[in-house]
């Protein structure tokens, strides 16, 4: 998938045990802001934040969905990505957890249209089903992130914080808490991303491939 993706302005870099060429970003927000897609628009914003110099870009409507990355974890040296659990499953209700990364499909997500969406690229392209919280949406501390058809309730939007460090912080919209590791930030692979208040350690930074 990595080769049919169009060219782009990113730093190259050999990954190690992988066949594949690691394309990273300079940073998601600036990729998109540089004319990848139309999702980010405008200038960045100052946000209240648990982390100095972070800013958080404000998503605006896609005119198209952007092309696929991939979501790798800063809290591992090993290349851990966000995939599906149940063998990659499309299902309503399966879960986003943490796995080596493989780059099946279940482990590539685009931002879409409409506003704020993250979804899936093994449930489709470019009308796939949407990144969710469990439990009816609640925003409780360790709920669940699940895969759902798109309603765009608040529990299914999405901004993404770039960090000073060149990370990013995946955040829920209306809540403003953060995307990280259950089990205290575990790295095992099946460990659930789950929603948690920002405190901003390695478990909730994020780097995003292409």
Do not use: I
Not at 7 to 29: C, D, I, K
């Amino acid at each position: 998938m990595a080769a049919a993706m169009a060219a782009s302005p990113y730093r190259y870099q050999e990954g190690t045990n992988m066949s594949v060429v690691f394309r990273r970003p300079l940073s998601l927000a600036a990729a998109v802001l540089s004319g990848v897609c139309l999702l980010l628009l405008g200038q960045p914003q100052a946000t209240a934040s648990a982390s100095a110099g972070a800013t958080q870009y404000g998503a605006g409507r896609a005119a198209a969905a952007t092309q696929p990355y991939y979501f790798q974890s800063t809290a591992t040296s090993q290349r851990k990505c966000v995939g599906l659990a149940d063998a990659g499953s499309t299902a309503n209700g399966t879960e986003l957890v943490l796995w080596d990364c493989h780059l099946n499909p279940d482990q590539w997500w685009y931002f879409g249209n409409p506003l704020y969406s993250l979804m899936s690229y093994a449930s489709g392209y470019p009308s796939g089903k949407c990144v969710g919280l469990a439990n009816a949406g609640s925003t409780a501390n360790g709920t669940r992130l699940v895969l759902w058809d798109c309603h765009l309730n608040p529990d299914q939007q999405w901004v993404v914080r770039g960090l000073s460090d060149g990370s990013f912080a995946l955040v829920n919209r209306p809540s403003n808490k953060c995307v990280g590791l259950a089990d205290r930030g575990s790295t095992a692979n099946g460990t659930r991303l789950v929603l948690w208040d920002c405190h901003l350690n390695l478990d909730q930074r994020w780097h995003a491939w292409s």
